[in-house]
């Protein structure tokens, strides 16, 4: 999936990324991260704007957010309490919930920036458990901005030195399996010439 959503990427560009982080944070599995740094790095190449990229991909976490915290707020405790029985989800949403319990709104902004897998299940919580809009909002929006300008900030910084880097990588991958097949050849050369001499001793 992951191949076919950044040759798509090219094609149809912010639009594209906008509606995939919007549908991400309801918590499907869209490698949102890899995306956004893919489209920094074609801005770097001209295929698309930076300033743009970072407009979308904010537009489409923004969107995102306010649809997940205004499904829970409408479905309520009943959602929340179907999510913390879910074996696909229980764990993580006691971990959404210790650290909205602890933190209060600032979990909101970490949950969309550094501890962003929990960023679905925060706002889901947010929303059941009666969180103020206004608080939601002034916590989300900032994030959101945050996440989208480093990403997609960082693709573009680091574009020139992406086929470097996977030349590198190749390199040191070859090597690596060069030394593991000499290492191999050599134990087993060893292994075989120990065989032998215990067989001459026995004679």
């Known amino acids: 999936m992951t191949e076919t959503l950044l040759a798509l990427l090219p094609i149809y560009g912010v639009y594209l990324l906008a509606v995939l982080i919007a549908i991400s944070c309801f918590g499907v599995p869209f490698p949102t991260a890899m995306l956004v740094l893919a489209a920094g790095a074609l801005a770097a190449s001209?295929?698309?704007?930076?300033?743009?990229?970072?407009?979308?991909?904010?537009?489409?976490f923004v969107i995102g957010d306010q649809g997940v915290y205004a499904l829970?707020?409408?479905?309520?405790?009943?959602l929340l309490a179907r999510m913390r029985?879910?074996?696909?989800?229980?764990?993580?949403?006691?971990?959404?919930?210790?650290?909205?319990?602890?933190?209060?709104?600032?979990?909101?902004?970490?949950?969309?920036?550094?501890?962003?897998?929990?960023g679905p299940y925060v706002?889901?919580?947010?929303g059941a458990a009666g969180l103020g809009w206004a608080r939601f909002t002034m916590a989300s929006?900032?994030?959101?901005?945050?996440?989208?300008?480093?990403?997609?900030?960082l693709g573009n910084a680091f574009a020139a030195q992406l086929s470097a880097?996977?030349?590198?990588?190749?390199?040191?991958?070859?090597?690596?399996?060069?030394?593991t097949v000499m290492?191999?050849?050599?134990?087993?050369?060893?292994?075989s010439w120990a065989r032998r001499q215990a067989s001459t001793h026995k004679r």
């Open 85 to 118: 029985t879910a074996k696909s989800s229980a764990a993580t949403v006691a971990r959404a919930e210790k650290l909205l319990n602890r933190r209060g709104t600032l979990a909101i902004f970490l949950s969309r920036t550094v501890i962003s897998p929990l």
């Open 183 to 191: 290492l191999v050849s050599a134990l087993w050369l060893r292994r």
């Open 165 to 179: 880097t996977s030349a590198l990588l190749g390199n040191a991958i070859g090597l690596a399996s060069s030394i």
């Open 123 to 126: 706002g889901y919580i947010s």
């Open 72 to 78: 829970a707020r409408r479905a309520g405790p009943g």
């Open 46 to 60: 001209a295929d698309l704007v930076l300033w743009q990229v970072i407009a979308a991909v904010t537009i489409g």
């Open 141 to 153: 929006v900032p994030a959101a901005v945050v996440w989208s300008s480093f990403y997609a900030a």
